[in-house]
């Protein structure tokens, strides 16, 4: 088949009406997001005291570093599914849940004795938060890799982390109304190493199921 | 809705992409074919710097286009489309030369540097695509044939068929799609 003869069939396949990848990937951590949340109030539900934490500083700092991580993932994801992509600006971004979190352990540092440490990074729910994150993130990573495959990114496996990322920040903000450990010696130890069990497994899936 | 206004005057695919996705076959075919003729330098350069031979340059060149035309929802809708072509090119490009044993591709020069020197076909290359439509099913491959090499359309090939026009175009679209994977798949 010659080239010439190749293009009049792409040119016979007319265009059809498909929303964005961006719009695809919107709707599909929205989507994804409301189904781990579903799922977790009826598993597992809210600690009790929810109302009370809600009003702490260290209670909402979970919920800003986890909020951090998500929003320029997301972006990310949006961007990155164009071949062109040029996201150095967001992927500085990422950062930021960093910087919130080592300032954070710092004022904790400060503010408690040094015997307490140990026992506020320890914990009470360490397997929780390493278990719960991940599996919270499974709807919201399946749906955003499933919307990615419409897009064609240059770096499959970087998108793949990157809907791993959003998923786990969006995981992460859900698990963070049930853990009782609000310490940010706990966040820090616990929080990203569940994100990067996500990170890792939605690069390994990038690799598989966003080439084209 | 503008698009002539906010077209802009250096990048002439631009008015030939707005055309194509509102509808307008021969822009497309046009199109495609200086993309054609641009990503066949590209590819002719990266592959004689990898000491590659020739012959499997068209075979680039039409993964290149078929990709082009599957993910054309990518182009951002801006004032230019050769960078985004570009990256596309250079995507499978890498892809096609790993695939033959190429194990770090140099960084292939930009678009803009080879649009100078269009090349036409070598009409005497021996093609990945016939190899790979063979794998579809005879419909799907009767469909491709009849649009692609005997040149109908596809109220015509509908008609042969005896299929409405929807099914023909429903199945072309899933041909396009199928041989693309093919292309992904294939290890020579």
């Not at chain 1, 960093?98 to 408690?112: C, P």
């Not at chain 2, 005497?124 to 419909?139: A, F, I, K, N, S």
Request: glycine share 6%; hydrophobic share 50%.
């Amino acid at each position: 088949m010659k080239t010439s003869e190749l293009i009049q069939a792409l040119a016979a396949d007319a265009p059809q009406p498909t929303p964005s990848v961006g719009r695809r990937a919107a709707l599909a951590i929205f989507i994804g997001g409301a189904a781990s949340l579903a799922l977790f109030m009826a598993a597992i539900g809210m600690r009790p005291d929810i109302r009370a934490a809600a009003l702490t500083v260290r209670f909402q700092l979970k919920f800003l570093d986890s909020f951090l991580l998500a929003l320029p993932s997301i972006l990310l994801c949006w961007r990155l599914a164009r071949p062109d992509a040029k996201p150095r600006a967001l992927l500085a971004a990422l950062a930021a849940p960093a910087v919130v979190l080592a300032i954070s352990v710092v004022a904790e540092l400060a503010l408690i004795p040094r015997d307490e440490w140990m026992k506020k990074l320890v914990g009470s729910n360490a397997m929780h938060c390493l278990t719960l994150i991940p599996l919270l993130s499974i709807p919201p990573l399946g749906a955003l890799l499933s919307a990615l495959r419409a897009g064609a990114p240059a770096n499959p496996m970087l998108s793949g982390a990157m809907a791993g990322a959003a998923s786990a920040g969006v995981a992460a903000m859900i698990y963070a109304t049930n853990c009782t450990d609000d310490s940010p010696l706990f966040v820090a130890s616990w929080y990203p190493l569940a994100s990067l069990i996500v990170i890792g497994a939605g690069a390994l899936a990038g690799r598989r199921w966003l080439q084209w | 809705m503008g698009a002539s206004a906010d077209a802009s005057p250096d990048d002439p695919w631009v008015p030939l992409m707005r055309a194509a996705i509102a509808g307008d076959q021969a822009a497309y075919t046009r199109l495609l074919d200086e993309i054609g003729r641009s990503v066949r330098a590209m590819a002719r350069s990266a592959f004689s710097r990898a000491r590659l031979g020739d012959a499997d340059v068209e075979d680039v060149v039409q993964e290149t286009l078929l990709a082009i035309h599957l993910k054309r929802h990518t182009w951002d809708g801006g004032p230019r489309v050769a960078p985004w072509a570009a990256a596309i090119a250079r995507h499978k490009i890498i892809d096609a030369m790993r695939r033959r044993g190429i194990r770090r591709a140099e960084p292939i020069e930009d678009f803009e540097q080879v649009l100078a020197a269009p090349e036409a076909e070598d009409p005497h290359t021996m093609r990945d695509v016939e190899r790979l439509l063979g794998g579809l099913g005879p419909r799907q491959q009767d469909i491709v044939r009849s649009i692609s090499i005997n040149g109908q359309s596809i109220a015509e090939t509908a008609r042969r068929l005896s299929m409405t026009e929807v099914a023909v175009r429903v199945a072309l679209h899933r041909a396009l799609k199928a041989l693309a994977a093919a292309y992904r798949n294939s290890l020579t």
